[in-house]
């Protein structure tokens, strides 16, 4: 069973100044997580705040992409927003960067032959950034044009923060997608795990011992065809959560995008994604209903080093008036229904 659920509130915690400058100060806080299980590495919550020395105009979350090289980038980014009076926080996720598991990389462990294993860094993560929300608002620091900015993996966890709080007016997922099926056997940044599984299966020790079918494509393909098209019938994420669904399916986006209301989402793909299949982001979209899309001219991180551009339209889309010029590499598509 999935469970964002935790108790508790933040007792200690540390905090220190990291950078200050003309417009703003960048402060590192840590404390340890609120939720009951963490692995071993993970138990300590890190998140990054960039605070404008005058009053903010928004409060922006992000949250990074699986493993560690986007993270540099989306911290250059953060601080040009925040010279531009946004207050921003970027939270490390659970398994990346600094928090990285005892023995393993970063990255990794959010797919796993181990389903319980993986499913402990997905609710994890839910977890870990509501308790930074509810930490940000103990200390008088949350405003009211709030967003969310999820980049990837972020993207992933963000549709989850949205289908069980209500803390964000708008959402900007940003090369993101669904199903877990496809993403396992065909995006190249998880052919770590396939090589994982292969291990596995050549080992006669552990030969038919992974859970849940997952050494089997076909297999595992087939359930997530046939259940995907139970996920309607859920009235609440609990209800999913605790039915009898595949287990990586209750860690799949698009078992929570029916609880999102979808005008709070704007959905970025990129054009020459080749990390996420065309089918994984095509599913995702429309299991959200179909929000605001734009494609952009990039692959799935060629955009990083350009992400003065993204941080401008993301402040476009916070309602900041120096930036209501439309972006002239984010064109608005619009999507003809197949018939």
């Not at 997580?33 to 903010?56: A, H, I, Q, R, S």
């Not at 900007?172 to 599984?197: D, N, Q």
């Not at 080992?203 to 995907?228: M, P, R, S, V």
């Not at 001219?297 to 476009?316: E, K, Y």
Request: hydrophobic share 40%; aromatic share 12%; proline share 4%.
């Amino acid at each position: 069973m999935v469970s964002f659920e935790y108790s508790g509130k933040i007792e200690d915690f540390t905090q220190g100044y990291i950078m200050k400058s003309k417009r703003f100060r960048g402060l590192y806080t840590r404390f340890h997580t609120l939720y009951p299980n963490p692995e071993k590495g993970t138990e300590t919550v890190e998140y990054y705040l960039f605070d404008p020395k005058e009053e903010p105009v928004g409060i922006l979350f992000i949250l990074h992409g699986l493993g560690t090289s986007n993270i540099p980038f989306l911290l250059w980014m953060a601080t040009h927003l925040a010279n531009a009076n946004v207050r921003v926080v970027m939270p490390i996720l659970p398994g990346n960067f600094t928090r990285v598991a005892h023995g393993s990389v970063s990255g990794k462990d959010f797919f796993d032959a181990d389903v319980e294993k993986a499913t402990k860094f997905w609710e994890q993560s839910v977890v870990d950034v509501l308790s930074v929300v509810d930490h940000i608002k103990s200390q008088n620091l949350w405003v009211e044009n709030s967003h969310l900015f999820g980049f990837c993996l972020g993207g992933m966890v963000s549709v989850m923060l949205n289908a069980v709080r209500d803390d964000f007016k708008k959402t900007i997922l940003m090369t993101v997608g669904g199903e877990m099926a496809t993403l396992m056997w065909h995006s190249p940044t998880l052919a770590y795990f396939r090589r994982s599984i292969e291990k596995l299966q050549s080992n006669e020790k552990t030969k038919g011992k992974i859970k849940h079918f997952i050494d089997d494509q076909k297999k595992i393909k087939e359930i997530f065809k046939e259940q995907l098209q139970t996920l309607k019938h859920f009235k609440s994420v609990e209800e999913m959560q605790t039915s009898e669904i595949h287990p990586y399916l209750k860690l799949d986006p698009i078992a929570y995008a029916q609880f999102v209301d979808k005008k709070k989402i704007i959905f970025v793909e990129a054009l020459f994604d080749k990390a996420l299949p065309l089918r994984s982001r095509k599913l995702l979209w429309e299991a959200l209903g179909r929000p605001k899309r734009y494609i952009i001219p990039s692959g799935h991180v060629t955009w990083l080093p350009f992400g003065f551009i993204v941080g401008r339209f993301i402040l476009q889309n916070m309602g900041i008036r120096e930036f209501k010029k439309q972006m002239e590499l984010l064109k608005k598509i619009e999507v003809e229904e197949k018939k």
